[in-house]
């Protein structure tokens, strides 16, 4: 028997960044753990197809699933809350939509009619936002951008209809809001919050709750005046301050009762919650035992977004290690022969960063020479393993002009294009991407931080390691440790004569989950963790 689905809409209103990424995964998390099958979509009302072709500085980090898709970074979230694999189907934008409708305009399936935004366009993302119908109790659906913005307006307009079509007891709308406190006249104020859900109603959507982010604790009387004036039960109007950390929501949410008042509302029958492994790994994060600094050397490191699923890994693992993880941001561009001992020498680890382009390379390349020669634990991420294999090839293999192909074209290409990616003109969706198997060596350090032969691990990039230099730079003691199960790609190198020195063509980032992390973060922090104890 296919189950009723329920659904519950998240917007935002006032400003962006509110996070309503982390409540979506949140209360994704809460009705988790009182047991539901629990999905959540995200709809991004931009006409990109997806972001992969945008600026990091522009978009953050982008977010890749098994399957391929290159997503929003809210896609994280809610695979390290839910501790569940998204999909291609988690997420549309608007770009999508309009491709996929005008693509079977010019098929001829709409003959005779005219292409309208409504119901052409609406009813592609009705359709969409029910590509689970049936398969989860709950679907959550987070609706990107803020209220009131042109592009947001059909996929406001489909959820409305879908509201109506699935009855009033199937579907539930949570409204993120924000509540500012103005120092000069001492006080919280509701009117942003009044005009969010007055626009909001205008498109025909009553709120159910409120989320009202605010820096300060809203008292009864201002949550009576929210209540008020913006239509919504005075117990509906929840509270969201601000967070020591982001793993804190959930709970915060819980104490204000939230997920019993959507259980309620949405007739899910009230079972038990379970906290306590989440609490727990909530506390690990809080009241750390040990305190370690790693450098991450990226470019985009003025847009920490950029680095999003990164930074957390590092709290997973750290978790894990009983360890807070201090990151020290460090513009690769910034690091030269000459700096490198004074802006590494204290860290007990570095992460070298994913990337895309020339600028900061030299930079990273310096950086990995000096950790390699100091024994300072090292990781590298894609392009980050590709630097290492390029300093590697010319300060210990004695290839003096190695490079990487994306830079440099040349006899003495490490790193080159792969055959698949030759002529390719596409930029978009078209890089070695999604989930590909990996074989591990026993006995090198990966496998010790994995524990098994057979790893899955997510890709997005067009270079590799060149296959034409591999055993010259094995014999100079570089180890491939991970490898395609055909063995022609190379997807892990490390050093066995250092402390821990490892270098992956994929991104473990993308894999780290709550509670448990990631592996080789895991090793990766407990070897820096080493190193600081030492000092
Ligand atoms: N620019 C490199 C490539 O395309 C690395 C990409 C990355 O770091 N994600 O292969």
Redesign the pocket.
């Known amino acids: 028997m296919p189950k009723t689905s329920k659904y519950i809409f998240i917007t935002g209103g006032v400003l962006s960044s509110l996070g309503k990424g982390i409540a979506s995964a949140s209360i994704g998390l809460l009705l988790k753990q009182r047991g539901f099958a629990v999905t959540i979509l995200k709809f991004d009302p931009y006409i990109n197809v997806d972001p992969g072709t945008m600026n990091p500085f522009q978009h953050g980090e982008v977010y890749v699933t098994d399957d391929g898709a290159e997503t929003d970074l809210d896609l994280g979230h809610y695979e390290r809350y839910l501790d569940e694999s998204m999909s291609r189907k988690n997420t549309a934008t608007a770009g999508q939509v309009y491709y996929d409708v005008i693509t079977r305009e010019r098929r001829g399936e709409y003959l005779g009619k005219t292409v309208q935004v409504i119901p052409h366009i609406t009813d592609e993302i009705k359709a969409r936002m029910q590509a689970f119908h049936g398969v989860y109790d709950v679907v959550i659906i987070e609706i990107g951008g803020t209220v009131g913005d042109i592009e947001s307006l059909p996929f406001l307009e489909a959820s409305r209809q879908l509201g109506l079509e699935l009855g009033k007891n199937n579907v539930l709308n949570v409204h993120l809001t924000y509540v500012p406190f103005i120092r000069s006249a001492g006080e919280l104020k509701t009117k942003p919050s009044q005009h969010s859900v007055k626009t909001l109603m205008e498109h025909g959507i009553m709120p159910d709750i409120l989320l009202c982010r605010a820096e300060q604790k809203i008292d009864k009387d201002i949550r009576q005046k929210i209540a008020l004036f913006c239509n919504v039960e005075e117990r509906s109007v929840i509270e969201a301050l601000d967070a020591e950390s982001i793993y804190e929501v959930p709970m915060m949410f819980a104490r204000r009762g939230l997920d019993d008042i959507v259980c309620e509302k949405l007739g899910l029958k009230r079972s038990q919650i379970d906290l306590e492994t989440w609490a727990r790994f909530v506390h690990r994060i809080k009241s750390p035992k040990y305190h370690i600094t790693i450098g991450l050397v990226g470019k985009y490191v003025r847009y920490k977004d950029s680095y999003k699923s990164i930074t957390e890994a590092f709290i997973h693992a750290g978790a894990v290690n009983n360890t807070k993880v201090v990151v020290r941001w460090i513009d690769s561009e910034a690091i030269t022969q000459e700096t490198a001992a004074e802006q590494l020498a204290d860290l007990h680890g570095i992460l070298v ?5 020339s600028r900061g390379v030299e930079g990273k390349i310096n950086a990995i020479q000096y950790v390699r020669e100091n024994g300072i634990p090292f990781f590298g ?4 393993m ?1 630097c290492a294999v390029i300093e590697f090839a010319r300060n210990v293999a004695g290839i003096a002009e190695a490079n ?1 192909s ?1 830079f440099k074209k040349g006899k003495f290409n490490v ?1 080159d294009l792969m055959h698949d990616q030759q002529g390719v003109v596409d930029k978009g969706g078209t ?2 991407l999604g989930a590909y198997p990996c074989s591990l060596e026993a006995g090198s350090k990966a496998f010790a931080a994995y524990k098994y032969e057979h790893i899955s691990e997510r ?6 390691f060149n296959n034409d230099f591999r055993e010259l730079l094995e014999s100079h003691g570089l180890k491939c440790s991970g490898v395609s199960p055909d063995g022609h790609l190379v997807e892990i190198i490390e050093l066995a004569k250092h402390p821990w020195f490892v270098g992956v ?1 994929f ?1 473990p980032e993308l894999k780290s989950r709550a509670v448990t992390g990631h592996p080789l973060f895991t090793a990766f922090v407990k070897a820096s963790l080493k190193r600081a104890l030492k000092e």
């Open positions: 960063a994913p990337g895309f382009g991420i894609c392009l980050g590709q990487s994306e790193i890089m070695r890709h997005r990039h067009r270079y590799e063509q991104h």
